[in-house]
């Protein structure tokens, strides 16, 4: 049961890296790689889907962690 926890807490980490370093389309970072325009319709739909994905990973996260420590 660990080891299918610790998996899952390595795939929520790598996804909220991954998703915080694209998160901002307007700067000159990882964000501009991949043209994520054409994925999305407009702006405002990619900034709140990635929210919505950041902050989801974010608790899946803690979560993963809070339980891993308390094992």
Do not use: C, D
Not at 2 to 9: A, R
Not at 22 to 47: A, C, D, M, V, Y
């Amino acid at each position: 049961m660990e080891q299918i926890l610790k998996f899952l807490w390595y795939i929520s980490t790598i996804i909220l890296v991954f998703s915080i370093l694209i998160h901002n389309p307007k700067s000159e970072g990882l964000g501009t790689i991949g043209s994520q325009n054409q994925f999305f319709s407009n702006t405002r739909s990619t900034e709140n889907t990635l929210n919505k994905v950041t902050w989801l990973f974010l608790a899946l996260f803690l979560l993963f962690t809070t339980i891993l420590a308390i094992n």
